[in-house]
């Protein structure tokens, strides 16, 4: 269901690799029906168009059909689509990760009832197989943290801000001309895309479903190019980030760029790939990269997912991997005033004798402490940039801080505040 452009790689995958996939499974996998608005659209791929429908339901309710495909995108149709093939009785594999982070926990309820499969490896960075990792492959270990590059777009806007000093309107117009943003590219730039992505990893690292309003989300829309600037100067480099952590007393997600060292292996990701770190006991850090979006990565995964459940089809064995590990007693989420990190401070501050000493005192008076500033020289009288590196703080601190700070008459408009992750 949805015949766009991941739906038309999935199609030319299983097609191209039907002979691999059947001496691999024991079983062949054969495509049946292809449920799509649009039925004349060249995709680029060749296909019996007796086996095309503008009705998905029909699709759906076909006997022929064992495991049901959504590639539709968005929580309306694709909501009751899923929903309807679950109902009966039939494994769903879907990459909708908007669909999963609003709902995710009344479709994991359903399949879980009615003891059919809903696989969603796609959802989370593309090629990347983070999801079956989680999942499974660390399936004995106790997640202490997740960090991930996870929207391609936005990467390849602070890769072009940071590699050519482009301003980040120039960087998001070479994104949208090469066919990495869209024409309205609020979704990627806004930290919602990453946002969705993040609740899927927190679900599966913890064992149960995070409140999509409970993540705390910041986008790189005006990031400016000084500050990407000074991160280099400093021996960082900014990236929009997803940082998951949390232990039984709580969980903190949250979506937000932040400062990367130079040396943390997730700074040298570059352009439209992704990358997802995972800290783990026993495992330790453990890291997955790759394109994390695209017609053929995004298919592979999916076509993955499609050859999971044939096994358990032929096998007999349906929900042999629970969509999440439940655990008995879920962690509460943390509020954002709670976390504690090293933040990176820049503001417009009156050149004169005494500023910086009151500056120094407000942040002390909430227990800031000050690791570095960075200051390029000024005229006295006038207000210069300044740049204060911060000691480990607590959120809500910091924020009653910079309040003291805009309300003081020593500063011009707004600290900017970017959060460093080590």
């Excluded at 790689?9 to 292809?34: D, F, N, P």
């Excluded at 004349?40 to 095309?52: E, I, K």
């Excluded at 700074?267 to 006991?281: K, R, Y």
């Excluded at 090293?342 to 009151?358: C, H, N, Q, S, T």
Aim: glycine share 12%; proline share 4%; charged share 25%.
């Amino acid at each position: 269901m949805g015949f766009g452009t991941v739906g038309a790689g999935v199609v030319r995958t299983l097609a191209e690799h039907a002979g691999l996939l059947e001496s691999r499974l024991g079983a062949r996998v054969v495509l049946r029906r292809i449920a799509d608005l649009d039925l004349d659209t060249d995709r680029g791929v060749v296909v019996d168009r007796s086996l095309m429908t503008t009705d998905a339901r029909a699709l759906i309710e076909d006997p022929a059909v064992d495991i049901v495909v959504e590639l539709i995108g968005g929580t309306g149709i694709a909501r009751d689509l899923v929903t309807r093939a679950l109902e009966q009785g039939k494994p769903v594999v879907t990459a909708n990760k908007a669909l999963l982070a609003h709902h995710g926990r009344d479709l994991f309820d359903l399949a879980a009832r009615k003891k059919v499969d809903l696989y969603f490896g796609a959802s989370v960075g593309g090629g990347i197989p983070i999801i079956r990792a989680l999942r499974e492959g660390l399936v004995a270990n106790r997640i202490q943290g997740i960090r991930g590059i996870l929207n391609g777009t936005c990467n390849y806007i602070l890769t072009r801000m940071e590699q050519e000093g482009a301003t980040f309107k120039a960087a998001l117009g070479a994104a949208q001309k090469a066919g990495y943003a869209e024409a309205d590219p609020g979704l990627d730039i806004d930290g919602h895309d990453t946002a969705h992505k993040a609740v899927i990893l927190a679900s599966l690292a913890f064992g149960f479903m995070m409140p999509l309003e409970a993540v705390h989300v910041e986008g790189i829309r005006g990031l400016s190019d000084a500050d990407i600037a000074y991160a280099r100067d400093l021996g960082y480099r900014i990236k929009l980030l997803a940082v998951i952590k949390g232990d039984e007393t709580g969980v903190e997600v949250r979506v937000h760029p932040a400062l990367v060292p130079l040396g943390n292996v997730l700074s040298s990701v570059n352009g439209v790939f992704n990358a997802v770190m995972v800290q783990s006991d026993p495992a330790g850090n453990t890291l997955y990269y790759g394109r994390g979006a695209g017609r053929d990565p995004t298919a592979s995964t999916v076509a993955g997912d499609i050859a999971d459940v044939a096994r358990n089809l032929v096998a007999g064995s349906p929900c042999r991997v629970p969509a999440l590990s439940l655990v008995q007693s879920a962690p509460k989420p943390r509020p954002m005033a709670d976390i504690e990190t090293r933040y990176y401070l820049r503001m417009l501050l009156l050149d004169k004798p005494g500023v910086f000493a009151r500056i120094a005192s407000i942040l002390g008076g909430q227990g800031i402490s000050i690791a570095s500033v960075l200051q390029k020289e000024g005229g006295e009288g006038r207000h210069v940039p300044v740049v204060i590196m911060t000691h480990q703080a607590r959120e809500g601190r910091l924020n009653a801080a910079l309040d003291d700070i805009v309300a003081s008459d020593v500063i011009s408009g707004r600290p900017v505040r970017i959060r460093v992750e080590e």
